[in-house]
């Protein structure tokens, strides 16, 4: 049974930093990609940042590239996702994903197989 688990969330004034966590567990976390995605009130969920657990390749939204960071302690079969100079546009909810689909794309939800309960994150200006 898989599960993803995040945590870290939480609210904060515009310019704070915060680190969210995604614990897996029964799933072959070294072979794959895993991926942090958000949805806004009203808004469709989006890619974030995405890490291919096997090699290390990172990728990123453009709204977040030089803020965020996404990357891996495979000891402990988790991601993170390091979230600096956080803007009130940031204000999601925020779902880790894993298990992509072979050939899938790291920003589209439907090619995910798993996803965590997301963790809420609230900047305010």
């Known amino acids: 049974q898989v599960q993803l688990v995040e945590s870290g969330g939480g609210s904060l004034q515009a310019g704070g930093s915060l680190r969210l966590s995604c614990a897996a567990s029964?799933?072959?976390?070294?072979?794959?990609?895993m991926g942090w995605f958000r949805q806004a009130p009203g808004k469709e969920r989006e890619g974030v940042a995405a890490?291919?657990?096997?090699?290390?390749?990172?990728y990123y939204a453009d709204s977040v590239k030089g803020r965020f960071t996404i990357s891996q302690d495979n000891a402990k079969n988790t991601v993170y996702l390091q979230m600096n100079s956080l803007k009130p546009e940031d204000t999601a909810m925020y779902y880790c994903?894993?298990?992509?689909?072979?050939?899938?794309?790291?920003?589209?939800?439907?090619?995910?197989?798993?996803w965590g309960q997301g963790t809420q994150v609230t900047v305010s200006s």
């Open positions: 029964g799933y072959t976390y070294s072979s794959n990609c």
């Open positions: 994903a894993a298990d992509l689909e072979y050939g899938g794309s790291w920003y589209r939800t439907r090619d995910f197989g798993y």
């Open positions: 890490i291919y657990t096997g090699g290390g390749s990172t």
